[in-house]
């Protein structure tokens, strides 16, 4: 489980890499006892506490550059800034943070879901009672609707508005096949237009 959740780390910190391992201003994990639990904060190398202790060890990197997952006892996983600021609560998927997808992850905001970047910067307003992964420019979502549980299983039914949503933050009611890298699609206003794989609008049609 940590190191599944440290390669989620790493894919979604757009400073990871060869470049962050130079930087030498990292903040260290640290634990303590409390009431019998063990709970981590972060300091800086030099030993001061910049993050007190609050949060299970289990998960978190050792090293904080500029943003972490943590799981904080009571409230759940949160991600964080170098401060100790939380910047999102991620959207759980596989008992952890949302996968990044065509540059893009799900966050939770008073029980809707929205889309951060690579930089964590929410970039599509949580307004969603469901949406799916980003997937060839694209993600289904529905507004209203319930949770289903099907075994171990659940799945999103209903809603009194479903559609699809671009990186721009446009809707669409209806959207065909990707082919030859375009598709066609048609706008929650009825207006017909051709998308690229990325799902920008590279044409409209005129009636």
């Keep these: 489980m940590i190191r599944l959740f440290l390669t989620i780390q790493i894919l979604m910190l757009g400073a990871a ?10 903040l260290v ?63 759980i998927y596989d008992n952890g943070p949302d996968y990044m997808q065509e540059g893009f992850f799900r966050f939770v905001e008073n029980s809707k879901i929205g889309f951060a970047d690579e930089n964590w910067k929410k970039v599509i307003p949580a307004v969603f ?34 559609g699809y949503i671009n990186r721009f933050n446009e809707r669409f009611k209806k959207v065909h096949e990707l082919k030859a890298g375009v598709r066609e699609a048609w706008t929650n206003k009825g207006q017909h237009v051709l998308l690229d794989k990325k799902g920008k609008i590279v044409k409209v049609f005129v009636k």
């Design 17 to 26: 890499g060869f470049a962050q391992q130079k930087r030498t201003d990292f």
């Design 29 to 91: 994990s640290y634990t303590i006892k409390s009431k019998g639990n063990e709970l981590m904060g972060y300091k800086t190398r030099a030993g001061k506490i910049v993050i007190p202790a609050q949060f299970i060890p289990d998960f978190g990197n050792d090293t904080l550059y500029e943003r972490t997952f943590v799981v904080k006892p009571k409230a759940g996983l949160q991600g964080i800034d170098r401060t100790g600021k939380v910047i999102l609560i991620p959207f």
């Design 129 to 162: 009672d469901f949406v799916e992964p980003f997937k060839n420019g694209v993600a289904k979502y529905t507004l209203g609707g319930h949770k289903i549980m099907d075994g171990e299983h659940w799945y999103w039914s209903e809603g009194y508005e479903n």
